[in-house]
Every structure is written in C-alpha cells, then in structure tokens.
C-alpha cells in the first residue's frame, strides 16, 4: 500500500506538468532568439512610476515564472540561481530555483522552472506545488548544472524531522520525470554541533565522475553576529542511472575549510576547462592575525576575501590566498586618527568567484567603510571590487560609497545589504568580454526611490570589462541599469507597490546574442525577517537582454569607471591599477581597437593534441592539448564522412595545458575524428564511441 501510494504522489507530481497553464510569448524576428513579451507592467493607474505608466523601460524581456512571499533571496553570496542551455536542436533553455514562501506564515520551499523555446514559441512552465525539496522551512537556494547533459542540481537548507536543524541538501532532477528531484542530507562531522547550513554548489566532470561541490556555513551559537563560523566542504558524486548522491571524500564527511569564516558569503566555482575548483568566503580578521583596533572584541564588519583552490577535482586544497590583504590600523601615528586607521575598507557578505574560459580565476567582493579609531563602520556603504590570478590588481566595478538622507535619516538598504551587491560574472569566449552583473540601491542623491517604510528600492545593473587583453579585468565600462524602476513621486512608494529588483545571478552559459539573468523583484523594499516592510507576494523573474544592447549603450554612454585603490600603499598580491589614458573612453571605444578573433595563429610545434581518454568512450571522453603560447584555436569533431557533428572550442586561449570534455550522447557508435586547428595548421586524431 506504502509503495502505491508513492506511485500516485508521483503520477500526480508528473500530471501537474503535462496540464500546466503554458504562457506562450509570439517570437519576434530578431535572430537567434525571439523577443519574449514584457511581461511585467505597471498598471495604468499608477501614474507615478518613471519613465512611463504602463511598461517598464528596460532592456531587454523579462517574463514571470513564479512568485514568492520571501523576497530575500540570500543574505550574503548568491552564486547561481539560474542556467541555460540550448539543446541538441538549438532550442534554448533557462533553468530557474528560487525560495519560494507561499504566504505570509505559510511552507517555505525551494521552487524550480524552465523557460524554453521550442521553435514556434516560448512557454514557461507552472511550477508545482510540491517544490524540489523534502522536509519543511527549506530555502536559500542555488544550483550546480550538468550543461553536457542538461540536469539541473539544487542546492538548499531544508529541515527534515520536526524540532531538528536544518541541513544543507542538494537534489537531482529525475531524466524521465521532468521536474521531480530526488534529494541528498550532506552528511556533517562528528565535531561540528551547530546547524550548517546557506549551501552553494557547482558542478564538475573529474577522474569520469559527475561531482557536486558543495560549500555551506556552520550558524553562530545564540546568533553571534560577530563569532567565527566553520566552512565546510561536501564532495558528492551522482550517479546518473540510479540518480542518486554519495560523499566522495576520504572519510565520507564534510572536509573543513576554515574556523575563521565571517558572514554569509562562501561560493564554489570550477573551471571549464581543467579540474581546478575555488572557494571563496570573507574570513574575520580577529580570528587570523587578532585585530581588535577597538578594543571590544571582534566585529562581523573587518574582513579579507580569502580563496582556496583545489587543482585535481576538491580532492586536496592549496593553502587560501589572501586576495585582499588590507592594512591594519597604526595606533602610532595617533593622533592624526585618519592616517592611523590605514586601510578603510574591509570585505563584507559578497564574494563570487569564477573561472573563465581561459581558466584563469577571477573574485568579485563587495568591500565597505572601515575607520578603526573613529568607529566608523557603514556597511550600506560599498563599492564592489575585481580581481583575478593573472594580474592580481583590484579594480573597482560599481561604486556604493555614498550614503542618501531623507528628513533626517539614512536611506540604508537593510540588513545584510549594501549600495552595490551580489555580483555575478560570466565570460564570453567569443568575444573576450567579461561580463558582470550586480545589483544597486537608488543613484547617489536620490532620495525619492524608496518604500513606505523607507528602505531604497533596487535595480539591475549590467557592467562588462573590455575585452582587449592589456584591459581585460582591468578596465570596466559604467554600469547599465537593465531594469530602471525609479519611484519619482515625493511620497514613498505604498507597500506592495515597489519594484525593487535584487539578488540578481547571471547563467553560466550565456553562448550566443543574449545574458541570461533571474531575480526577485520586492514589491515592499527591506527585510521581512527583520521587519523591514511587510510581507507581500513578489515575482520572480526571467531577464534575458541582448549583448549588443548593453554594449550600444556602453558606447551611447561613453565612460570608463575610474579605479579606487583598496590600500593606502601597494600591497603583493593585491596591486593597484592605474589607467594609463587615464580612463579617457576614446576612439577605440569599448574594445579599445581590439577585434574579437584577431588573436595570433599558432604554428606546428606550438600546439599538440592528445589521445582521447579513454577510448572507446561511452558516452563522454576527455580530449586534452596543449598550447606554447596564447593563440587562436578551433576544436572540432567529425564524423567518417567528414561532416562536422560537433564545435567544442572556437576562441583565444591562454598558452597551457586544457581539457574538454566530448559528449557523444546523441551520436551513433562508430568512428571519429577530432582536429584542432589554428589558422592554416591543424592536428588530427581519432576515437571510437562504443555504445
């Protein structure tokens, strides 16, 4: 009786998808993508909203895929919320989880949707009532993603036993029940006694294994806002025929990264194209070298941006690189406080790390306001900084470091928010453009967008380093509002009338004419929790926006955001970088003069290509070479007759060794051929797919 009972949950759960309402949006002509209708408007008798009353003025096409009571998404760290991938037949897909609170008081679950076009039309899924998740209260969610084989990984905190603590989980999607996830506990360790919990996961292919890397962040005792927190680690394999998880560490438990963790803020990435994977998390700087300028014991508010990398798939990891190094405060040259407090920026909250097609590792960090003597400390007050391990330099992105009044009072965010925040990078390898995306409370002197309990609304901001290599990473054009909502009215928006965006992430594919980007739009701006406004129904959104839009308007703009050192002096590993046309946009614009593609060809001897492994493969391999120098490369796949049946790198790379990874899953057993080419040069071997 038990197991038909769970046959019938799960025809039900199946039936819900099949007779979903499907929204379809009628494609326009633009190509490779059709436009997709703006789905959120303004109602016609609200007036008050700029620029005009009954549609957003936004770039790009937003559509609503679900909607959720519990507007904040994350308190720190987003990493990934969304994904995308165009299937084998080119139709594209965006993969969506969010928090999802039915009502005010009601579950708390983890919801997912799909937004694909399947040549005639886009249709967005209903999402059902069930949700990803087992277990009660779950949220803060986030996902890994298989893009070889489209399977969405989630990953949150759920409660599984009445009275228990939360854990951290992630689940798999079922291949023949779409939208039915099957869902893992991380197991945690004997000493860690404390709920660990905010997990954010990635995916990897390493030693022919599916891994989650997993990393989460063991809560205070008692809410301790400025007491260390323990990082941990979950290495999981899945196994894609049983869709089942196990802990694929040495000792089966979560590996401890750091006791000295601070705030909400850890992240994993991995890299495209080796088994290289990073950890990023603010670290309290009390904990590490005992800085108390105060004298009052730690703060949550002073910390560095440390990073660990692991260079064979999470199992070993490197000593943590300090990325930002600040400063300490000098009690000797008191009295002149200013000069004393040194370095007046310390990390808080946001870290996102990522690797690029290039696998070189870049960090964006939100760092904020730090005078030590004075005891000054605004944490809504921050700027959001770049940096990677091929220039080591920080490089300021968007610039928070104002503060708004209205009748006397501050306009700060809320809890756990800055001016500027979340960033959330992405590289294009067909361009070499670096992409960022973060969110921004109001414009320096507005003090008109805010709530009826006087929080800022946010918006969207889209910003993008120039591709020419002297600049990239360095240098980033000023940011665009893709969503520009701005309350223009003297009174405050009424609650469940704002249109404040955040918790913005950006896909990890974005291949093609478009940035995929999800968010929650807060109809009453604050923190609930908190409260901080009120509880109200909020949309969660799909943005897609055209890349060649935000670079028109790059252009249309015209400039360059100038840097802000993070040090009072040079500091190793953390440089200062300078303009050297001191940040002048110029006849170059964006690009700078340089062209996508324009990369010098290799010659015979500068490049090799390895043998498959293995070989014969079912249904992946591993195709590695190496480059001499930096170069232009092409990296294709043949079949007997010739015929092309596969693309796998087609851009400049970065002198090294690399590694792809061929997914003949939709190609018949047989023989075939792979050739990497770089101008008119190229090396040929061949594999064998045994099915």
Not at 389 to 414: I, K, S
Not at 424 to 436: G, K, V
Not at 520 to 537: H, I, K, R, S
Request: proline share 5%; with cysteine.
């Amino acid at each position: 009786m038990k197991k038909f009972g769970v046959m019938v949950l799960v025809l039900l759960f199946a039936a819900s998808f099949a007779f979903a309402d499907e929204s379809v949006y009628a494609p326009a002509v633009n190509a490779p993508y059709p436009d997709l209708d703006r789905d959120i408007t303004i109602p016609a008798d609200a007036p008050r909203w700029s620029p005009r009353s009954n549609e957003l003025d936004i770039i790009g096409d937003t559509v609503i895929v679900g909607t959720t009571w519990w507007e904040s998404q994350h308190n720190g760290t987003v990493s990934r919320m969304i994904d995308f991938k165009a299937d084998h037949n080119g139709n594209p897909t965006a993969f969506m989880v969010w928090t999802d609170l039915q009502s005010q008081g009601g579950t708390r679950r983890v919801s997912f949707n799909r937004v694909t076009w399947d040549g005639d039309a886009y249709e967005v899924e209903e999402p059902t009532g069930y949700g990803v998740n087992g277990g009660t209260r779950a949220g803060y969610a986030d996902m890994a993603f298989d893009h070889a084989n489209g399977r969405t990984f989630p990953s949150y905190h759920v409660i599984m036993t009445t009275g228990a603590d939360a854990e951290p989980a992630v689940a798999g999607e079922l291949d023949i029940l779409p939208g039915v996830f099957s869902q893992f506990i991380a197991p945690s360790r004997d000493d860690i006694d404390q709920p660990v919990i905010w997990p954010h996961a990635a995916y990897g292919f390493h030693d022919d294994e599916h891994i989650i890397h997993m990393c989460s962040s063991e809560q205070r005792p008692d809410d301790d806002l400025a007491g260390a927190m323990r990082i941990l680690y979950a290495r999981m394999s899945y196994d894609p025929m049983a869709n089942s998880f196990a802990m694929a560490t040495d000792d089966g438990e979560q590996v401890l990264i750091t006791e000295d963790g601070e705030n909400i803020a850890v992240d994993v990435a991995v890299s495209y194209t080796s088994d290289r994977v990073a950890i990023g998390q603010t670290v309290g700087r009390f904990f590490t070298i005992g800085e108390d300028p105060g004298g009052t014991g730690t703060t949550q508010y002073n910390n560095d941006i440390y990073v660990w990398v692991s260079e064979d798939g999470g199992n070993t990891w490197d000593d943590p690189i300090n990325v930002t190094n600040f400063i300490g405060p000098d009690a000797g040259l008191l009295p002149d406080s200013l000069a004393a407090d040194r370095d007046t920026l310390r990390g808080y909250c946001d870290v996102n790390v990522y690797f690029d097609h290039n696998d070189v590792l870049h960090v964006a960090f939100t760092a904020t306001h730090f005078y030590a003597f004075e005891g000054y400390i605004r944490p809504s007050e921050g700027g959001i900084w770049h940096w990677d391990e091929q220039n080591m330099e920080a490089t300021l992105v968007a610039d928070g470091l104002y503060t708004n009044f209205r009748g006397g009072g501050r306009l700060d965010p809320g809890a756990w928010q800055r001016n500027v925040q979340r960033p959330s990078m992405y590289h294009d390898p067909a361009t070499n453009i670096l992409w960022l995306v973060y969110q921004k409370y109001a414009e320096e002197g507005d003090t008109l967008d805010c709530s009826e309990a006087l929080f800022p609304n946010g918006d969207i901001y889209v910003t993008a380093s120039c591709p020419n290599p002297d600049y990239y990473g360095r240098l980033w054009a000023q940011g665009v509002n893709i969503t520009n909502t701005k309350w223009t009215q003297s009174d405050p928006a009424p609650t469940g009338e704002s249109m404040s965006e955040r918790e913005p992430s950006i896909a990890l594919y974005n291949e093609g004419a478009y940035l995929h980007t999800f968010y929650v739009l807060d109809t009453d701006a604050g923190f609930t929790e908190q409260d901080e406004g009120g509880y109200t129904e909020c949309p969660a959104v799909y943005h897609r926006v055209a890349k060649q839009a935000l670079i028109d308007e790059f252009e249309n703009v015209g400039e360059w955001l100038p840097n802000l050192p993070l040090h009072v002096d040079e500091v190793e590993g953390c440089a200062y970088w300078e303009d050297d046309q001191d940040y002048e946009w110029g006849d170059g614009g964006f690009f700078r003069g340089f062209a996508a593609g324009e990369e010098e060809t290799l010659l015979p001897g500068e490049f090799e290509l390895a043998q498959n492994f293995p070989n014969p493969f079912n249904p992946t391999t591993h195709i590695a070479f190496n480059l001499q120098k930096r170069g232009q490369v092409r990296l294709a796949v043949y079949d007997v007759l010739g015929r092309e049946v596969a693309t796998l790198v087609n851009r400049s790379m970065e002198m090294g060794a690399h590694s792809v990874v061929f997914d003949g899953s939709d190609l018949a057993s047989g023989v075939y051929f792979y050739r990497l080419e770089s101008g008119d040069f190229s090396v040929t071997q061949k594999m064998v797919l045994m099915k």
